[in-house]
């Protein structure tokens, strides 16, 4: 999943791209809020991470101008604003969750994963395919109950596979999820985790399949 942080505060902005990046996803970071609308349009964000009081363009008229504009996209308002009338505001602006700070990061990881499945339609905590469970709030892959020791690399782009159980994931989908603007990630990359990926899940009852042209695609062992 890719995430695009706004906000202003160097310390705290560093600290939720190296935390979030750290849970596996691609976080890019942004300082002023009129940059916003540029760097939506130039890639695709599941999720923006949003402060209201930012230089140049507030957060709150960011939002109106990104809903109105048509992004579909989960938005996450991170504010000192904690009075009844802001939480207000920014959730009929178009936030689907509202945070004030000071917060706990382990807190905002588990609203980040909510956000996500959403996102994806998955209300379920945890995600089944064949002899793979994988519980998205632990984070955690399980073969027949027994816990797969994975990379955080690893584990993204497995996620991605079961998430699209049956549908091809092209490399390029996988490199835009987990590659932010500084990273050095590329298609190259994706072939050495899906290896990996491959040796640890031979003898499972799962298996990654090539679909030359395309990418890869999650194949399991379903019982009758």
């Known amino acids: 999943m890719r995430v695009l942080v706004i906000e202003d505060d160097t310390t705290l902005g560093h600290a939720l791209q190296e935390f979030l990046g750290n849970q596996g996803y691609a976080v890019d970071w942004l300082k002023e809020g009129d940059r916003v609308e540029g ?28 809903r109105g504009n048509g992004y579909q996209g989960q938005v996450l308002i991170l504010t000192a604003r904690d009075g009844l009338d802001d939480r207000v505001a ?3 602006a178009g936030a ?9 990061l382990v807190e905002l990881a588990a609203r980040v994963r909510a956000l ?39 584990l993204s782009v497995l996620e991605m596979l ?5 549908r091809v994931v092209t490399k390029q989908q996988i490199v835009n999820s987990l590659s932010a603007w500084d990273a050095d990630f590329s298609e190259n ?32 062992e379903r019982a009758d």
């Open 162 to 166: 079961m998430a699209r159980s049956g």
């Open 189 to 220: 990359a994706v072939e050495v985790y899906i290896y990996r990926l491959r040796k640890r899940l031979d003898g499972t009852g799962a298996s990654i399949q090539t679909v030359r042209g395309f990418g890869y695609l999650l194949d399991v």
């Open 90 to 92: 920014g959730l009929d």
């Open 116 to 154: 996500a499945r959403r996102n994806h339609g998955q209300a379920q905590t945890v995600l089944e395919c064949g002899p793979l469970t994988f519980d998205t709030v632990g984070r955690q892959i399980r073969v027949a109950g027994k816990r797969l020791s994975l990379s955080v690399r690893e």
């Open 39 to 66: 760097a939506v349009a130039g890639q695709t964000y599941d999720l923006l991470l949003l402060d209201l009081n930012l230089p140049g363009m507030g957060g709150l008229e960011v939002l109106q101008r990104l």
């Open 96 to 104: 689907d969750d509202y945070v004030t700070k000071p917060f706990e």
